[in-house]
């Protein structure tokens, strides 16, 4: 239906049916507008977790696990980015402690190669090749389930934990972090032209997530700066951060 000749009979329709100076509820006004054709079709959903696979899935060690220092425990996940060339993949390596992003990746496609070169920086900026007693955690989805992810997780002696529904409060953390960068700067901003225009405006807002912006479940202290600490409980939490609550994870 035509947008002018639909929001002329709403708008006639509304005057019959209420009195003037008389504003219906929110529930009525949408239901006016569907009966005219005036509600867009809610987007389907996209999805970048697919765990129907052949791979071993993991159990979840992290359900009632606090981290108490840096690389401890790291949380990835994928979201996708609008381009107007068509969707692009972020993937996120987040340590839970510090809240600060260690790696991660743009890419064109959901392939595992990507994920991987995420997790390789994160493992690159410890320094170390032996990171004995850290815990790696993510959904189900193949390519955290793969041979060549779970390979270097293994080579690196990281214990491996997954959720084990669909839950987001499973990967609270990662979810929270997801959503602050589409919050704060996709949804923001202008559709971006293509990945590599994506990349630069993500690879900036990165580094003032981990740089500058303070967090309140970090004692209004940056990313990096936590990071850098290495004394167990030193964040100066409130006691209701110290718990893994989803609200806290800001």
């Known amino acids: 239906m035509d947008p002018g000749i639909g929001g002329y009979k709403l708008w006639l329709m509304i005057g019959r049916i209420y009195p003037d100076r008389w504003i219906p509820g929110r529930d009525s006004f949408f239901s006016i507008l569907r009966t005219f054709g005036l509600v867009l079709k809610r987007p389907r959903p996209r999805h970048t977790t697919n765990s129907n696979h052949r791979f071993h899935k993991y159990k979840n060690l992290v359900k009632d696990y606090i981290p108490a220092s840096p690389n401890s425990l790291w949380v990835s996940d994928i979201t996708y980015i609008d381009t107007e060339d068509g969707f692009c993949y972020l993937h996120l390596v987040t340590d839970a402690y510090s809240r600060k992003i260690i790696g991660w990746s743009l890419s064109p496609t959901l392939e595992a190669k990507y994920t991987l070169r995420a997790l390789r920086m994160a493992i690159e900026q410890t320094g170390r090749d032996d990171l004995q007693g850290l815990i790696h955690h993510s959904d189900r989805g193949i390519q955290y389930c793969c041979d060549a992810y779970v390979g270097e997780l293994n080579s690196h002696n990281i214990s491996i934990s997954m959720t084990e529904d669909y839950k987001p409060t499973d990967n609270a953390i990662a979810e929270r972090v997801n959503g602050t960068i589409k919050t704060e700067v996709v949804y923001r901003e202008k559709r971006y032209r293509n990945i590599a225009e994506a990349g630069k405006r993500l690879g900036r807002y990165i580094a ?23 004394q167990q409980d030193s964040r100066g939490l409130s006691a209701p951060c110290r718990r893994a609550s989803p609200e806290c994870f800001s």
């Open 208 to 230: 003032f997530y981990n740089d500058q912006r303070p967090h309140y479940s970090l004692g209004m202290q940056v990313p990096t700066q936590v990071h850098g600490q290495k």
